[in-house]
């Protein structure tokens, strides 16, 4: 009998296929579970992030938003100091947190206080002040009504940092939900053309057809969002980190603020902020204690003039006593990869279009969402129902004999 020696190239391709068999079946496992254990909690993100997108504009709509009143273009402003007593006196048993100035609203500051400069400021009030005239405009409240309610569900789920860290896992299953998700999809689109949605089959079809679709068109934009939105969540730890950074280097140079000496007017530290930085203008002023300050200094931020410049803050320690501005380190990476993801996560980029553009990507991510649950809850039933339906087949045999 003619012996049959097998084709080694043959037998090479066996394992090869059971190995690449076996890491798809990998990839399908992680897609499914790390899918399934964040998809309530991004359909719940996705659902209050969408009236955040407009946060501004839902303001305007309900006439809550406070406007500087009209007067005469060029008005000068006052020293920041007589806005900061406009603001005490508005609040005597308050001290002053920080100062905000809007780039939309250059004739306004708003002025957060609270018991003591060290708070966790869940409990700060606002006041808004006529920049020209040192009238107190109102006090915004943040922390009621229905945005209040988006905005606790969207950030913390009304759990503090514990909620904000918890968000942040799920954000982080789902980054590695989209990654698993296009190593699936490209075996799966070998099939099919690209994008393509089955009709005239069975639904389970037409749901992973749009599943798929959908997901590949919106996968960069989730991956961005669902980015950032980790970052953020760990906001209070960056801006702790970069705050005691700025401490460390201020120690080890030396430079500390004045002993003793009568503190420069507040305005005198923000021009000297300003000279520093030529072609920059006031975005916030932290006063010393604060989380975004250190314990002896005054923090001003700047921002530029383009898009991408007026979010990148840069942050310049002022001496409380002789004004100096004290030479500090380059914004660390983490620092910047806050800022840059704070207005990115809600598209705040490119006003109103990229804001509906980013509101109709969210909405076509609630339905990707949408559809994997239905995928698994029909494949889960499926699934339950067959040793049923066998089990009972079985019973009938039995009693037939």
Known sequence: MKSVTPDPAMASCAPAARSGATSLQRWVWVHKWSSLVCTLFMLLLCLTGLPLVFYHEIDHALGKH??????????????????????????????????????????????????????????????????????????PRFDEGFMHLMY??????????????????????????????????????????????RHGRSTKLWWLD???????????????????GVINTWADLILKAWQAEQVAALKTAGAGAAPGGRAAPLQSLVDAALAAEPGMAVATVAFP????????????FLHGDTPLTAKLLKATLVDPVSAAVIETKPRPWYATALLVSQPLHFGDYGGLPLKILWALLDLVT????????????????????????????????????
């Open 66 to 139: 406070i406007e500087a009143p009209e007067m005469p273009a060029g008005t000068a402003h006052l020293p920041v100091d007589r806005i900061v007593d406009a603001a005490r006196r508005h609040h005597p048993d308050l001290v002053p947190l920080y100062l905000f100035k809007e780039e939309d609203e250059p004739d306004m500051w708003v002025v957060k206080m609270d018991t003591r400069p060290d708070t966790d400021e869940t409990q700060a009030k606002f006041s808004v002040v006529d920049a020209r005239t040192g009238e107190v405009l109102g006090e």
């Open 152 to 197: 606790r569900l969207h950030v913390d789920l009304f759990a503090g940092l514990a909620g904000r860290l918890f968000l942040g896992f799920m954000g982080l299953l789902l980054v590695v939900a989209l990654v698993s998700g296009v190593v699936l999809y490209a075996p799966f689109m070998r099939r099919l053309d690209f994008g393509e949605v």
């Open 210 to 228: 749009m599943h798929n679709m959908l997901g590949i068109v919106t996968v960069t934009w989730a991956l961005v969002v669902g980015g950032t």
């Open 289 to 300: 204690g604060t989380l975004l300050s250190t314990p002896s200094h005054y923090a001003v």
């Open 366 to 401: 609630v339905v990707v969402l949408w559809s994997g649950l239905v995928l698994w809850w029909r494949k889960h039933r499926h699934a339950a129902a067959v040793p049923a339906s066998t089990a009972q087949a079985a019973t009938t045999a039995r009693g037939g004999a």
